[in-house]
């Protein structure tokens, strides 16, 4: 879920009333936050070696998040991938999760089209944008690849939860999905 619309139902559940002003300054303040605490933010087991293995089969994928890039930036050296590693982020796109945009803009941004794509997320609203977009869902954990839908226990929700929602595949962590590419048609370049 995008940050505006994750403020709104904060905002609905707790009855509380805020300024465009005072929320603008909510998502700066998150923003700093995380900027502050981002030593402590570890990719998940097997997440640098799955977009490894991915590149060197030929599959080509892009990193899209709900995220500002000032933030999602971040995590690319913690990835140890380079800064022109394709990535769509908030920024960059007119509506965030649960809109497709930042799926179909990193779709294009591989030249691949949407509904020969994989969307790897971590939530429900990851689910919702994917099937919105075209795209097959893979639950898995916060790291997204071009591809179709599969989706990882790792964003907080569980299996069932993910399932109900649509996800073609639930995996545990990125490790988990690489030990499986087969069951997503994953094969090395011809």
Known sequence: MSGGLFVSALLRE???????????ELQVTHAEAYEQQV???????GAAELLSELTARGV???IATSGYARAA??????????????MVTRDLVRRAKPDPDLFLAGAAVVQVDPRHAMVVG???WDLLAARRAGAVSLRRATM???????????????????ERAGAFRVYADPADMLDRLDELGVRFAD
Do not use: C, F, N
């Open 14 to 24: 707790t009855g509380l009333k805020l300024t465009r002003e005072q929320i603008d």
């Open 39 to 45: 030593h402590s933010v570890k990719p998940l087991p």
């Open 60 to 62: 080509p994928w892009a």
């Open 122 to 124: 971590d939530s429900v």
């Open 73 to 86: 930036r971040l995590a690319l050296g913690m990835l140890g991938l380079p800064e022109d590693t394709p």
């Open 144 to 162: 997204v690849t071009k591809s179709p839908r599969d989706y990882a226990t790792s964003g907080g929700y569980g299996r069932d939860e993910l």
